[in-house]
């Protein structure tokens, strides 16, 4: 069992577009707090998006919003990113992330409980 699953990545132009998602199980089923960071080689984890399962509230880093989106699927108890107009910049493991209520949504990884194996995304000029 894979408590947090992250779909395969890719490696788009820049300009493209990807969907990455994360389906919880087993302990992180009931996650209230979901979200995503990314890691560039040689760079800090970064936390991109989060979202509260209930409700759907959502948080974002300043340098995605508008071009990425974090949506749920609570019957599929799945978690998407959906990035558009992604840049070099963009390049990056990226890691699905989850923790149990009560939460609060962070950009600070320490906040989060469990954690994706991480899916690659990679974006050329």
């Known amino acids: 069992q894979v408590p947090l699953l992250e779909s395969w990545g890719g490696s788009v132009q820049a300009g493209g577009s990807l969907r990455l998602s994360c389906a919880a199980s087993?302990?992180?089923?009931?996650?209230?707090?979901m979200g995503w960071f990314r890691q560039a080689p040689g760079k800090e984890r970064e936390g991109v998006a989060g979202?509260?399962?209930?409700?759907?509230?959502?948080i974002f880093t300043d340098s995605v919003k508008g071009r990425f989106t974090i949506s749920q699927d609570n019957a599929k108890n799945t978690v998407y990113l959906q990035m558009d107009s992604l840049e070099p910049a963009d390049t990056a493991m990226y890691y699905c992330?989850?923790?149990?209520?009560?939460?609060?949504?962070?950009?600070?990884?320490?906040?989060?409980?469990?954690w994706g194996l991480g899916t690659q995304v990679t974006v050329s000029s």
């Open positions: 087993g302990y992180t089923y009931n996650s209230n707090c």
């Open positions: 992330a989850a923790a149990p209520a009560p939460c609060l949504l962070s950009a600070v990884a320490r906040a989060y409980t469990y």
């Open positions: 979202i509260y399962k209930t409700g759907g509230s959502r």
